[in-house]
Nanobody, 124 residues
Framework: QVRLVESGGGLVQAGGSLRLGCAVS????????MGWFRQATGKEREFVAA????????YYADAVKGRFTISRDNDKNMVYMQMNSLKPEDTAVYYC?????????????????WGQGTQVTVSF
């Protein structure tokens, strides 16, 4: 059984920073592709960032490129996302997700394990 627990959400002013963390249980964490997604009120869940399982390559949605950085620590079974220059439109519940088939995807349907989410609110 794989369990994901997010942390680090909160309220921040526009231009500020937050760092999200995701603790992942499971002995094969290093073989999972990992992603962050977000869902704003009334909108569909959308891709934010992902890191591959094999060589920790990263890729990002255009809306966050240059502001967010995803990383992983396989020794600690952790995934992080540093979020800088936050904007009010970044307000959403942020979800950590694992793809045990390591497809390195940006599609919600290709991630088979999800955390409960953490709220990020960016004020004007």
């Amino acid at each position: 059984q794989v369990r994901l627990v997010e942390s680090g959400g909160g309220l921040v002013q526009a231009g500020g920073s937050l760092r999200l963390g995701c603790a992942v249980s499971g002995r094969t964490f290093s073989s999972y592709a990992m992603g962050w997604f977000r869902q704003a009120t009334g909108k569909e869940r959308e891709f934010v960032a992902a890191v591959t399982w094999s060589d920790s390559r990263t890729y990002y949605a255009d809306a966050v490129k240059g502001r967010f950085t995803i990383s992983r620590d396989n020794d600690k079974n952790m995934v992080y996302m540093q979020m800088n220059s936050l904007k009010p439109e970044d307000t959403a519940v942020y979800y950590c997700a694992a793809d045990s088939w390591h497809r390195d995807s940006n599609l919600v349907r290709e991630y088979d394990y999800w955390g409960q989410g953490t709220q990020v609110t960016v004020s004007f």
